[in-house]
């Protein structure tokens, strides 16, 4: 790859991902979240009886203490409840309180908005591409990723 084209990719990529992280703090914030709070209401409102804290880090493939301390963050605003898990004092199951649940359909709404700005004026086999692409870039850069750990 020639260096304009090196130099051409990173700065798209860097661009997008600013622009698109700046537009979900804006219209998540109008909902009194930040981004990555969102997807973590969204999995817990998929199994109405609770998750525990093991199984939402599981289904979000980050670490406990990441979801500990999202919740941590989270804790203030009612959108769940923390229960004791009978028979295990270190596991915790978390569930969805009514506004949480009822927070679900404005936060699906706000992913919509985002992904029709960002595609509008592709067609359907563009956005098709554009998928395939992101998926491809994030597939490559999980290497690099990778040996940092």
């Known amino acids: 790859m020639e260096l304009a084209d090196v130099l051409a990719t990173n700065k798209a990529l860097v661009k997008v991902a600013r622009l698109y992280r700046s537009a979900q703090a ?18 817990l409102g998929a199994k109405p009886d609770g998750m525990l ?4 880090a599981a289904q979000l493939g980050v670490e406990q203490p990441t979801v500990t301390r999202s ?4 804790d203030r605003g009612g959108w769940f409840v923390r229960e004791p898990v009978p028979g295990d004092r270190r596991a915790t199951l978390v569930r969805l ?9 404005a936060i699906e709404a706000t992913w919509r908005r985002l992904a029709e700005t960002a595609t509008a004026g592709m067609d359907e086999n ?24």
């Open 126 to 149: 563009q956005q098709t591409a554009l998928i395939a692409a992101l998926e491809r870039v994030r597939l490559n850069l999980r290497v690099l990723a990778s040996e940092g750990e």
């Open 26 to 43: 804006d219209l998540l914030g109008a909902l009194d979240l930040h981004p990555g709070q969102d997807v973590l209401l969204w999995t």
């Open 53 to 56: 804290i093991t199984e939402i």
């Open 71 to 74: 919740l941590s963050r989270l």
């Open 97 to 105: 309180t009514d506004k949480g649940r009822s927070t679900i359909p």
